[in-house]
Structure formats: structure tokens, C-alpha cells
């Protein structure tokens, strides 16, 4: 079941949790298990067992403070070795808009990494509940469809001007001359 700590278990006693079913739920420090804290606010998945929450799972990116309580075997201070699904795709997606704009010859493919990336980021912080993760991911798939546009539009300009530009020096040689120029070289 899905749940949200009103009051954070310690050693000292039990916490409480509010299940999706309304029912307030006691949280022993006893029953938490992965490596993430218990903070309220928290959003948890549990399963209820005679008005207790057992075998409780802190959901990734859902308000857990960043240390390990003394008794989940770390120090109070340490920081959690946990990472936000989707937070590396965002991450990945902006950097490479970044560079798509500081080094333009090959910016084009960059955006066509960035652009999967940031949308695979977003997909999985959405479904984990990430909102961090979420906005640098969608930061990331936006920054990079909108320089694609712009650098394909940059691409055909630079195209077009440049067989404008060609343009009168091919039809001055001639297409056969040309032709003629091009199998010399070949041969």
C-alpha cells in the first residue's frame, strides 16, 4: 500500500503513517528497509498489519532526507548512496545541449543523443515521482528539439547559400567538363 509519514519513527519510538485507505498506520524503525530514511512528508510503500506498517519502502525522490539514521547502520551525518531514476538522463540531456551550442559542426548529432535521453529521463522521474529529475530532464529534451530546429534551419541556409555561391563556377566548367574532370582524377 501507498503511504505518507506524518511523524518519522527514531529509536526512541515509533513513527505514523497515513495509508492511501485513510487509516493511520504505527511505523516502527524496526520495519524500514532500504537504505533511505523515513523523514515526514515522505512517501512510502508498506504493507498494513494489524494498524502496523511493515516492510516499508521509502519511494526514490519522494522527500527522504539525505543521511542515514545511527541505526540503519550508518552515521547520522553520512550522506545516501541513493540515485533519482531519470536524474542522470536530464543531467546527461542538458550537457550535451550545452556543448551542442558551444561546438556547432557536430551540435546536430549531440541534440539527436540529448533529445532521447532527456525524454527517457523524463518518463522515468515521472514514474517515480521525481520532480527534480523531472525538470532536468524536460530541461533537457526541450533545450535540445529546440536547438535540432535550429541548427537543421542553420544546416539548410548554410547549404543553400553555399550551392548559390557554387552555383555559377559549375555551370561556367560545364556539367561534362566536370564529369570529364572528375573520372581524370579518378583514374
Do not use: C, K
Not at 27 to 45: C, F, H, N, S, Y
Not at 89 to 106: E, N
Not at 149 to 155: D, E, P, S, T
Amino acid at each position: 500500500m501507498n503511504g505518507e509519514v506524518l511523524q518519522a519513527p527514531t529509536e526512541a519510538g515509533a513513527g505514523l503513517v497515513l495509508g492511501e485507505d485513510g487509516h493511520r498506520y504505527a511505523l516502527p524503525l524496526a520495519e524500514m528497509r532500504g537504505i533511505q530514511p523515513a523523514a515526514a512528508g515522505a512517501r512510502v510503500d508498506f504493507v498494513p498489519n494489524a494498524g502496523t506498517a511493515t516492510d516499508v519502502y521509502v519511494r526514490v525522490g519522494a522527500g527522504a532526507s539525505a543521511a542515514l539514521p545511527a541505526a540503519a547502520g550508518g552515521s547520522a551525518g553520512a550522506p545516501a548512496t541513493t540515485s533519482t531514476p531519470g536524474l542522470s538522463f536530464g543531467v546527461a540531456s542538458v550537457v550535451l545541449a550545452t556543448f551542442a551550442l558551444i561546438m556547432p559542426g557536430v551540435g546536430l548529432f549531440m541534440t539527436l543523443i540529448g533529445l532521447p535521453l532527456g525524454v527517457m529521463g523524463a518518463s522515468q522521474a515521472r514514474q517515480a515521482g521525481a520532480d527534480d529529475a523531472l525538470l532536468w530532464s524536460r530541461v533537457g529534451w526541450i533545450s535540445n528539439a529546440v536547438l535540432m530546429v535550429v541548427q537543421a534551419l542553420v544546416l539548410l541556409v548554410v547549404l543553400a547559400f553555399g550551392m548559390a555561391f557554387l552555383w555559377p563556377f559549375i555551370a561556367a566548367i560545364g556539367l561534362d567538363d566536370l564529369a570529364r574532370y572528375s573520372n581524370a582524377i579518378t583514374r
